[in-house]
């Protein structure tokens, strides 16, 4: 806290709405509920729109949807207007697209940004919340929205000796707007997940020596991004009202889904011509759009696991270095898969090297470099790609206080308790934008939010349509559904693997699996019905 803080009395606001966060699903709440008529005010941690694309500037960084569904549905004529470069855009080209929309539609008018909200308490007495900000602002709103994002709570581990490297360090969630010039220099990374598999190959071919700090092999299928064609465009144009229908009702929120065929009862020459021919497509169809008993069916799954554990003996030239990159022990899957832009590869470079974390772990960081059980690898820099505290960690870290002043950290210490993954029984009228029991990260994301979105502002609208104040989940359905969330899960594989969906890379968080596996559109049809049900579960007052 500054001086100014300390001594100046907090500035009072009162408005209908409070909406944290300006990335997709901020922007979009926020020009849904100034179309309603509620007053707003939108507070945003970054100095502009973007979220996730604003803080993740990491080389490499692009998206693992297609471009022509990685993108807002809610106005015809923006879809026409924009034109998307290529398949999988970059994180720059997003960032431009999020921009152009909040300029658009005037969006940044309701935003304060550099201000991070340091607290949200419940009042009872007057049914209101009361938002702190770190520019010693509080603003009083009937409804808090949190549009804060799945994978926005950065995580570095803790490492002996950080605190002594002489070089810079990065985490790839929090890159440097200026960019990062890694040309001659030795750098270390930490990290095979996504951001780790979409960065390596880029730094590699920058800097003068990379060394990959491997603790778990991950499975990873290409993306065979490519530019789109103007015929392709065309089609797309056509097409796109289509194409998002079928989006909205899909398993993954993706224009595809599984097929009405199981791997193991398929001819074994036809099911290599499958997974050959998705293989080339590239993408997540190869897994998502593939056979429906992969993720459920063991057996199933490692036939789609030994592919892939195929294709990297295939493509990485050393044995052991390809020994050491493949994936055992655990369903392909069941870690969110990868997609790639030549990450196996890399690994045939002479200025790549794999240490393998499992074989030597890491002892220390050192000045020059990091110190594993069996050397010293001398560094100029390091990237942790280490991930995030998922779906839950951005909520907590809000501090926000329910009924009682109850902090949803407690509530949530045995693992989130939510009802739909929107509203938590305790926290009247705080609506979480891809909370946890909400399908979110297992969907393609900007479908997962405008669907939110909408059905929150439905309600919201009805609460005004009745004259109600207050709504909030009753603590039976949200017991019923956090049992129906686990139990989906304990269908499928998911469970059985060390994930961020399952909570495993937070030392000390709860091994809960975190998001709605029952499919989109199924998860759509819940919603809907519950709405058309007089919002069955919550009590409206
Ligand atoms: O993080 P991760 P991410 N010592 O948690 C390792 C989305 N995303 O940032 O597997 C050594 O997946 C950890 O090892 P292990 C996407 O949903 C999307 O890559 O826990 N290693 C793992 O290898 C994605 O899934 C896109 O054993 C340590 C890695 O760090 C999610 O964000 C792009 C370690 C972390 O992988 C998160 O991806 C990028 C330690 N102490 C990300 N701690 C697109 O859509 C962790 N690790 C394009």
């Not at 692009?62 to 022509?68: G, L, N, Q, T």
């Not at 207007?81 to 431009?96: D, M, N, T, V």
């Not at 007495?125 to 603003?139: H, L």
């Not at 956090?482 to 961020?500: I, R």
Request: aromatic share 12%; proline share 6%.
């Amino acid at each position: 806290m500054n001086s100014s803080e300390a001594t100046a009395p907090p500035k009072k606001v009162k408005v209908d709405a409070v909406v944290i966060g300006a990335g997709f699903a901020g922007l979009y709440a926020a020009y849904r509920l100034r179309g309603m008529g509620l007053s707003l005010r939108a507070f945003e941690r970054g100095q502009d729109v973007g979220g996730t694309w604003y803080w993740n500037r990491y080389p490499g960084a692009s998206s693992d949807s297609e471009s022509w569904v990685y993108a807002y549905t809610f106005s015809p004529e923006l879809e026409q207007e924009w034109e998307w470069s290529c398949r999988f855009p970059g994180q720059a080209e997003i960032l431009r697209y999020l921009q152009h929309v909040a300029t658009r539609f005037d969006l940044r008018r309701s935003f304060d940004f550099g201000t991070r909200v340091t607290r949200a308490i419940y009042d009872d007495a007057s049914q209101r919340w009361r938002i702190q900000t770190d520019q010693g602002e509080e603003v009083e709103c009937r409804h808090l929205i949190t549009a804060v994002g799945c994978l926005s709570a950065a995580q570095v581990p803790t490492l002996a000796g950080l605190e002594d490297f002489n070089g810079r360090w990065f985490h790839t969630g929090e890159w440097p707007h200026e960019g990062v010039d890694f040309s001659g220099m030795r750098v270390g990374i930490i990290g095979t997940g996504s951001s780790g598999i979409q960065s390596i190959p880029v730094i590699a071919r920058e800097a003068a020596h990379v060394t990959v700090f491997q603790r778990t092999p991950n499975f990873s299928v290409p993306a065979r991004n490519a530019p789109i064609s103007a015929a392709h465009r065309a089609t797309l144009k056509k097409k796109i009202m289509e194409i998002r229908e079928t989006c909205r009702w899909s398993t993954i929120g993706q224009p595809y889904d599984w097929r009405d065929v199981d791997a193991l009862s398929e001819d074994p020459t036809a099911l290599r011509r499958q997974f050959e021919a998705d293989w080339k497509k590239g993408g997540f169809e190869w897994m998502f759009g593939s056979y429906r008993d992969l993720m459920v069916d063991p057996k199933a799954n490692t036939l789609a696991a030994d592919f892939v554990r195929e294709k990297i003996t295939e493509i990485v030239k050393d044995p052991d270095t390809a020994r050491k990159l493949t994936p055992q022990g655990y369903p392909i899957g069941t870690k969110r898969l990868p997609l790639d832009m030549g990450y196996f590869e890399t690994f045939n470079r002479d200025n790549v090297t794999l240490v393998d974390l499992r074989e030597t772990p890491i002892d220390t960081i050192v000045a020059n470099g990091i110190r594993t059980s069996e050397r010293t690898y001398p560094l100029d820099a390091i990237v942790f790609a280490t991930g995030f505290d998922a779906l839950t960690g951005p909520l907590t870290r809000l501090n926000i206080y329910g009924r009682d002043g109850e902090p949803l950290a407690a509530k949530w210490s045995t693992g989130p308790q939510t009802y739909l993954g929107i509203c938590t029984h305790g926290f009247p009228n705080l609506f979480m934008i891809t909370g946890p029991g909400s399908p979110s990260v297992l969907g393609n994301m900007p479908t997962s939010i405008e669907q939110h979105v909408d059905w929150i502002c439905d309600l919201l609208g009805h609460l005004e349509a009745t004259g109600a104040s207050l709504v909030e989940p009753t603590p039976e359905a949200e017991l019923v559904w956090g049992a129906h969330v686990k139990a989906l899960a304990d269908a499928t594989l998911f469970p059985q693997t060390d994930s961020w969906y399952m909570g495993a890379n937070i030392p000390g968080k709860p091994r809960v699996f975190l998001p709605y596996i029952g499919g989109f559109g199924a998860y759509r049809k819940v919603c809907d019905d519950i709405a058309e049900n007089n919002y069955e579960g919550f009590r409206i007052e």
